[in-house]
């Protein structure tokens, strides 16, 4: 896919990061992905579109001097109609934190928590309908959801969304899948007593790469750090790393790419 489309209900469309330092992260991730940047919506701040070939990649915003927030990447579900999605995430046990609020003509957007405590954003789309380039280094290429089981969690998605859930059934995985029309958009992985204490649960951001090593490596290089050093997976080669900010995400180089 290489240009933006108006995605379905459920499917992640978009990614953002809130910052205490603008400047010094659009060069890490400048350096890192080959992004280039352009000025986006302001509601919430300063804030800018990253851009790989001149097509939006991901958002990248400046948290208020005031406020003590963790930084972490956020992914966006696609919505038609965000304030009906809000109040069924009220319904069903999450919070909802920012929003609904239109986003100048770019679209409507809330933010939000589900009942294990993991936030994510709805997008409503309007001018902008998302991440315009896929596949390609540098672009988002998976969301999943690391949280300590599985079986609670996956109604709520399930409620909100409507996905259809393909769990894979086994005594050392628990892992669902969540899908749009019978495609595979996002997974959910119970991972226990390995959930890091000081994030509790959380999505995760996968960016494709051209070399998982030599990525991470440029990570050490510019700042950042290897949380798990690269290894080999189902889904392809990836590791986990933290930009300077310590916003973790994962980097793949996913199984089958030419």
Known sequence: MTEATRRKPGTPCWVSLMVHHLDATQEFYGALFGWRFQPGPQQLG????????GKEVAGIG???????????WTTYLASDDADDTAETIRCSGGTVAVGP???????R?????????????????????????????????????????????SKFYKAVFGYEL??????????????????PVASLHGV???????RGAHWMTWFEVADTDAAARRVSE????????????PAGRLATVADPEGAVFT??????RP
């Open 192 to 198: 226990g007593t390995s959930l890091p204490r000081d």
């Open 46 to 53: 300063p804030y800018v579109r990253g851009l790989l070939d």
């Open 109 to 153: 957007l809330v933010v939000c928590s589900d009942p294990t405590g993991a936030v994510f954003g709805v997008w409503q789309a309007a001018a902008h309908l998302g991440t315009a380039v896929a596949g390609a280094p540098g672009t988002p290429a998976w969301n999943e959801l690391l949280t300590q089981e599985t079986e609670s969690v």
């Open 251 to 256: 980097i793949v180089r996913s199984a089958g």
């Open 166 to 183: 393909d769990p894979v059934v086994s005594a050392d995985l628990d892992l669902v899948t969540l899908k749009v029309d019978d495609r």
């Open 62 to 72: 400046q948290l208020p001097a005031d406020r003590d927030l963790p930084i972490a």
């Open 222 to 233: 510019l700042g950042g750090q290897v949380l798990q050093a690269p290894r080999d997976d």
């Open 101 to 107: 609020l239109d986003a100048a003509d770019a679209g």
